[in-house]
């Protein structure tokens, strides 16, 4: 990711992106939350989806952040990690690196090894933001500081099922660009699919739960959670790397 062109592109796109959303929206977080127009119509908005916690935020700006990091990270992680195996596979060198590691060893290192790069991004979003609310008030840096490494570890957390869902996809397909195609038709397709079964059995099955995401609605207000949203992220990412495992065995390399 850092020292290719391709991945350098990839993060001047990021860095192209995230200049617009903190330059136009978190930057202006402050005087936009605080105008009375905004906020009638906002604690209406608000309300009606259970974000009204989020106006209360000490820090402004980590509000509008938080809007737009929760949904913009898991499609980021599909499009970053989606390719951990298949260049490698492309390439026919996966057979001499699988000679110095194990295949659990290559899978765990590789999905670490975007975890930790996504990470990196997301710290790097959280310090812009408590820089811009600190030139803003310098008093709010301690609490920017605070805030911004909860939602660092919340978003680390949310990230961590669509990292393994690529790790699994890079065992089945041969190439990163048809990861994307396949994680694309899952999360779109896959819903419809569900809502069919269901329609046509009767019966909840909560097949709902295998879609990475899933609980990222009830955390958006960031208020009354105690910590079981955890779980089925956690869950999820086990279950996932372990199909890639047991996959990665069985595929010829």
């Known amino acids: 990711m850092f020292n290719t062109k391709r991945g350098l592109l990839a993060l001047l796109a990021f860095a192209t992106i995230w200049f617009i959303i903190l330059y136009h929206f978190v930057g202006s977080a402050a005087s936009i939350v605080t105008s009375n127009t905004f906020e009638s119509m906002a604690h209406q908005l608000f309300g009606a989806l259970g974000l009204s916690a989020l106006l209360d935020w000490p820090v402004s700006e980590y509000a509008i952040y938080w809007l737009v990091a929760v949904y913009f990270f898991p499609i980021f992680s599909v499009l970053a990690c989606s390719d951990q195996i298949c260049s490698d596979k492309q390439r026919g060198t996966l057979r001499f690196i699988t000679l110095r590691s194990t295949r659990l060893e290559l899978i765990a290192g590789r999905y670490l090894g975007q975890l930790l790069i996504v990470s990196i991004l997301i710290m790097l979003t959280i310090a812009a933001t408590a820089i811009?609310?600190?030139?803003?008030?310098?008093?709010?840096?301690?609490?920017?500081?605070?805030?911004?490494?909860?939602?660092?570890?919340?978003?680390?957390?949310?990230?961590?099922?669509?990292?393994?869902?690529?790790?699994?996809?890079?065992?089945?397909?041969?190439?990163?660009?048809?990861?994307?195609?396949?994680?694309?038709?899952?999360?779109?397709?896959?819903?419809?699919?569900?809502?069919?079964?269901?329609?046509?059995?009767?019966?909840?099955?909560?097949?709902?739960?295998?879609?990475?995401?899933?609980?990222?609605?009830?955390?958006?207000?960031?208020?009354?959670?105690?910590?079981?949203?955890?779980i089925l992220p956690l869950i999820q990412t086990v279950v996932l790397l372990t199909g890639s495992h047991l996959l990665m065995k069985r595929t010829a390399i």
């Open 132 to 230: 811009l609310a600190s030139v803003r008030d310098i008093a709010l840096f301690g609490e920017s500081v605070l805030i911004g490494a909860k939602l660092a570890f919340e978003l680390l957390i949310v990230v961590m099922p669509f990292i393994a869902l690529m790790s699994l996809l890079n065992i089945i397909v041969s190439s990163a660009r048809m990861a994307i195609v396949v994680a694309t038709l899952f999360f779109g397709l896959g819903p419809l699919i569900i809502t069919f079964i269901k329609y046509q059995l009767g019966r909840e099955f909560y097949l709902s739960l295998i879609f990475p995401g899933g609980q990222i609605n009830s955390i958006l207000s960031q208020n009354g959670l105690d910590g079981s949203h955890y």
